[in-house]
């Protein structure tokens, strides 16, 4: 059925992404509105060949939309998400605001589609981190096939993950390098141009950062509370594209050729890795970007542990990191019969 959609957020990086991919993917809306703060009211953004008018999110009226895609960060989605969702709207949220709240579904659609067959208490459902979709996306199959026990990861995270204000802040960093101009960090905590700052979020009390926290909580409510799984994460000076080198310890055996057999049949998956020994390939964050898929290579057996495995895994963190699963668990949202009638 044609549904009414509403994206708030809609001049962010995600939320213009959010509008692409509803055009791409040719999205059953009958209307999309697109919402801002008050200070970007009577912009025009573009959704597909249709020009938007950018409108005040809070004064919107949010029980003529079916679903709301929000993507404006943790603090407002904290204070407007209720109030949406109880004028009728589902609202799916990017932020991190609702992801481990126990009423509120956590969804990748490859992955765990099954929590989205009954409408969610609250109606809201939360969009995981950016680097545990791609993850979780990539573990699946294994794990369906031979369980996973633990799971360490080292990300590779490009700056379009924190925002608008960071790409413009590697930008203006790589240009002053070549013109011998000071460098000022202002959203990183140290320089980022030609530079890798292990540090993403806030150092909780364990030493561990909350990006950190957040993949290991969050692969554990997606996929299985009994994966064990270790982050480090940092931010390295791409623009788009983040990269996880995992390490795979399974509960048996399985071998780097038939886990490649497994990825390649799996959902949502490109697996691109050697063919032979005179033909190794991989993928990088500049081949990401645009893509749908989440990118797998350099699968590889893991011999100093028992059991172990390792492979790369590389996606375009606007798309399937944010914006395309926010739209992906739109569309199934839509094919639920609760989608009809939303209201409490």
């Known amino acids: 059925m044609p549904l009414n959609i509403a994206i708030l957020g809609a001049t962010g990086a995600v939320g213009q992404e959010m509008l692409t991919i509803l055009d791409e993917r040719v999205f059953p809306a009958e209307t999309v509105h697109a919402l801002a703060s008050r200070k970007s009211v009577g912009r025009d953004v573009s959704c597909g060949d249709r020009t938007l008018t950018i409108r005040d999110a809070e004064t919107f009226d949010y029980s003529s939309v079916d679903i709301v895609l929000m993507s404006a960060g943790g603090d407002l989605s904290r204070a407007m998400a209720p109030r949406i969702a109880n004028a009728g709207a589902l609202v799916i949220d990017n932020s991190s605001a609702w992801r481990m709240d126990p009423d509120v579904p956590l969804v990748t659609p490859e992955v765990n589609p099954e929590t989205l067959d009954r409408r969610p208490t609250r109606n809201i459902i939360a969009n995981p981190n950016c680097s545990t979709i791609q993850t979780v996306m990539a573990l699946k199959p294994i794990h369906d096939a031979v369980g996973i026990n633990r799971v360490s990861c080292a990300t590779y995270q490009s700056v379009s993950g924190a925002g608008k204000n ?63 799984l270790f982050a480090t994460c940092a931010r390295v000076p791409v623009f788009v ?68 495995l390792a492979m790369w895994i590389v996606s375009d963190n606007l798309r399937k990191g944010a914006a395309l699963n926010a739209v992906q668990i739109a569309e199934l949202a839509a094919g639920k019969t609760w989608v009809e009638n939303l209201t409490f």
């Not at 960093?173 to 993403?200: G, M, S, W």
């Not at 957040?214 to 009994?226: N, R, S």
């Not at 399985?254 to 490649?260: I, N, W």
């Open 166 to 228: 960071a790409m413009d802040e590697l930008w203006r960093q790589t240009r002053a390098i070549y013109v011998n101009d000071p460098i000022e960090p202002e959203h990183f905590p140290a320089q980022i141009a030609f530079n890798v700052i292990p540090k993403i979020d806030v150092f909780m009390e364990d030493g561990a950062t909350r990006e950190e926290w957040k993949m290991a909580m969050e692969t554990q409510k997606i996929l299985d509370p009994g994966i064990k």
């Open 241 to 308: 594209g983040h990269c996880v080198a995992a390490h795979l310890e399974l509960d048996k055996a399985l071998s780097a050729g038939d886990a490649r057999i497994l990825l390649r049949e799996a959902p949502g998956l490109t697996v691109i890795d050697r063919a032979d020994e005179d033909d190794p390939r991989m993928i990088t964050p500049v081949e990401s970007v645009g893509e749908f898929a989440v990118f797998v290579s350099r699968i590889r057996d893991d011999p100093t542990t028992e059991n172990g």
